[in-house]
């Protein structure tokens, strides 16, 4: 009998090695990310404030996970973003986000993700106060 017990026991999903966040910052600079993104602490330049602007980061009610940051730099169009009009996000059904695949290295892409995980703060909710019933 032949198996393959290795794959059964390791861990599910994926992860890059850990990243830098302040060279993650300068990458989130590098790329120009604030002609089309918001991040709390970060001012657009002056000539894309009257263009869509996508927040990043802050308090939100659930946290994306590491692969969702991931695939949304590697893969714009995987997932468009929500809250906004979609004729301002998306062209033919792409997103408008240019894909920088062959512009980034992984190193930059790790630390890119590791900078904006550090940007997100899940907010707190009240919890429901149930009455004791006899």
Do not use: W
Request: aromatic share 8%.
């Amino acid at each position: 009998m032949f198996g393959l017990t290795g794959c059964e026991d390791g861990p599910r999903g994926f992860s890059l090695p850990a990243g830098d966040p302040a060279k993650g910052q300068q990458v989130f600079l590098e790329m120009q990310c604030l002609s089309c993104h918001a991040m709390e602490g970060f001012e657009r330049p002056a000539d894309s404030e009257d263009q869509l602007s996508v927040e990043l980061g802050g308090k939100v009610q659930s946290l994306k996970t590491y692969a969702e940051l991931v695939t949304s730099v590697i893969n714009p169009s995987h997932q468009i973003a929500k809250g906004y009009n979609l004729k301002d996000v998306q062209i033919s059904g792409q997103s408008v986000m240019p894909v920088y695949n062959d512009v980034m290295t992984v190193g930059q892409l790790v630390d890119l993700i590791t900078f904006l995980e550090s940007k997100y703060e899940l907010e707190p909710y009240t919890q429901t106060k149930y009455l004791m019933y006899h």
